[in-house]
Nanobody, 123 residues
Framework: QVRLVESGGGSVQAGGSLRLSCAAS????????LGWFRQSPGKEPEGVAN???????YYADSVKGRFTVSKDNVKMTLYLRMNNLNPEDTALYYC?????????????????WGQGTQVTVSS
């Protein structure tokens, strides 16, 4: 079983920055692909970014150049640095884990996810 606990969400104005964190624990978590997906009200969930065990990272086109996914293998913590936020980034952000990454992971391909942390960007 894998446990994922997100933190770091909040409310910012457009152009601002936030950093999300995800504490990961459980069996085999160090050998899994870790990532983030988000869901806004009335919209389908969207893969945002993920990172594989070799630290290769993959991003949705909508966040490339603004978001950076990284992980600390000692602390077993996943991060998502979000810069130049805009109102379209407003969503509930979930930390998630899957068996492997082959490019950007879609939300339905994750096996585990956390409770989510809310990000709200005002114009």
């Amino acid at each position: 079983q894998v446990r994922l606990v997100e933190s770091g969400g909040g409310s910012v104005q457009a152009g601002g920055s936030l950093r999300l964190s995800c504490a990961a624990s459980g069996h085999g978590v160090g050998s899994r692909c870790l990532g983030w997906f988000r869901q806004s009200p009335g919209k389908e969930p969207e893969g945002v970014a993920n990172i594989d065990t070799a630290s290769n990272s993959y991003y949705a086109d909508s966040v490339k150049g603004r978001f950076t996914v990284s992980k600390d293998n000692v602390k077993m913590t996943l991060y998502l640095r979000m810069n130049n936020l805009n109102p379209e980034d407003t969503a509930l952000y979930y930390c998630a884990a899957s068996e492997r990454c082959t490019g950007l992971v879609g939300p339905l391909s994750y096996n585990y996810w956390g409770q989510g942390t809310q990000v709200t960007v005002s114009s």
